[in-house]
């Protein structure tokens, strides 16, 4: 058996929609008893309410949630301690963000941060501040308005997080240092024993990169950043032109 994981946003999906030839792919992996995963930094309402018919299992929230269809592996939540303080450094730049619960998003900062984030999740995810004591927030996204901006924010996060930006739109999701797609993704080996040589990871961002590298096998698809190609055991084709078939294809997996 081995274990298949994949992002979601530019690897498995554009939006919530799957080329017709990926879909095939997770079926094939499937009916030949293969395991499919989710691995990504949506949160995991968004991850099962979409993509539930395609998984067997999830890593959410860029790493810091694991879960079966039905059995929680584990959760890294932050402490109260490091949200205070990323709330003082966003707030110093005069950034947007969004904290993410495994259900809703609690969104601070400028309006129009928030009329931005709220068109990419589904209805009623995101919800406008809050207080967030006694809630369990797993990672979190940024908006920015323009590149100083963003660049003041890489500064004010510097030690404690990295950023994903997501192409020309004007926000990123931040893998916090310390716990990553990668540790996830060997926790979740380790637990479902199945040897790192039978596991094989798909990514097109910067947040991938991590799990590409502790993978058995990493594919950077055709349409990735340069940075994760450079990475990768194999670059297959871009996520249109299809990616996922040809890098299963490519290790026999199908």
């Known amino acids: 058996m081995n ?3 994949f992002d979601i946003d530019g690897t498995l999906a554009i939006g919530k929609d799957i080329p017709d ?7 094939v992996l499937r009916e030949n008893g293969d395991l499919v995963w989710i691995c990504t930094g949506r ?3 968004y991850a099962k309410s979409n993509f539930h018919m395609y998984a067997n299992g999830y890593i959410v929230s860029n790493g810091r949630e694991a879960y079966t269809c039905c059995t929680k592996i584990f959760e890294k939540p932050l402490a109260a301690e490091q949200i205070k303080d990323i709330q ?6 005069h950034a947007g963000y969004v904290f993410f619960e495994s259900q809703n998003g609690h969104c601070y900062g ?5 009329e931005t984030i709220v068109k990419e999740w589904d209805p009623g995810f995101i ?6 004591s006694g809630k369990k927030i797993y990672n979190f996204d940024v908006w920015f308005k323009d590149a100083e901006q963003y660049h003041a924010i890489e500064e004010q996060l510097q030690g404690i997080g990295v950023l994903n930006p997501h192409g020309s739109h004007p926000t990123a999701d931040v893998t916090i240092i310390g716990w990553d797609k990668g540790d996830a993704l060997q926790a979740v080996a380790a637990y479902m024993k199945v040897p790192l040589d039978h596991t094989y990871a798909f990514g097109d961002g910067m947040n991938d990169v991590c799990m590409i590298k502790k993978a058995g096998h990493g594919i950077a698809m055709g349409n990735g950043q340069n940075a994760l190609k450079e990475e990768a055991e194999y670059v297959t084709s871009d996520i249109l032109a299809d990616g996922i078939w040809n890098g299963l ?3 026999h997996l199908i």
């Open 249 to 251: 294809k490519h290790f």
């Open 21 to 27: 030839s990926a879909k095939k792919a997770i079926h």
């Open 88 to 93: 003082e450094r966003l707030d110093a730049v």
């Open 3 to 5: 274990l298949i994981f």
């Open 127 to 132: 919800v406008k501040g809050g207080d967030l």
């Open 43 to 45: 949160a995991l309402r």
């Open 110 to 114: 400028p309006e129009e941060a928030y």
